[in-house]
């Protein structure tokens, strides 16, 4: 069982940034996908970002990129996800998840292939 911890949620102004952190304790992800995901109240959960650990290969959904940057610490076993230029669309919980299998382009952003989920952290942007 891969255990997800985020951190690095809170409350921050409209074009602010923020900095979310999955840890992995324990579990080498040479082999993974790890992905953000989110959920705004009264919606569904979406899919934000993701890196592919073997390779690194980065994915991102329209709404994040130029804005978010997703990336691995080998090290510390410990995937992050930059946020920059926020807006209040963007306050959602947001959930790290880990996949057994290197993803490609359409599996990627499908919750399904996803196989752990962290406990989400809240992101507010206020306007």
């Known amino acids: 069982q891969v255990q997800l911890v985020e951190s690095g949620g809170g409350l921050v102004q409209a074009g602010g940034s923020l900095r979310l952190s999955c840890a992995g304790p324990?579990?080498?992800?040479?082999?993974?996908?790890m992905g953000w995901f989110r959920q705004a109240p009264g919606k569904e959960r979406e899919f934000v970002s993701a890196?592919?650990?073997?390779?690194?290969?980065?994915y991102y959904a329209d709404s994040a990129k130029g804005r978010f940057t997703i990336s691995r610490d080998n090290a510390k076993n410990t995937v992050y996800l930059q946020m920059n230029s926020l807006k209040p669309e963007d306050t959602a919980v947001y959930y790290c998840?880990?996949?057994?299998?290197?993803?490609?382009?359409?599996?990627?952003?499908?919750?399904?292939?996803?196989?752990?989920w962290g406990q989400g952290t809240q992101v507010t942007v206020s306007s």
């Open positions: 324990g579990r080498t992800f040479s082999s993974y996908t």
């Open positions: 890196i592919r650990w073997s390779d690194a290969r980065t």
């Open positions: 998840a880990a996949s057994t299998w290197a993803l490609g382009d359409v599996r990627v952003v499908q919750e399904g292939p996803y196989d752990y």
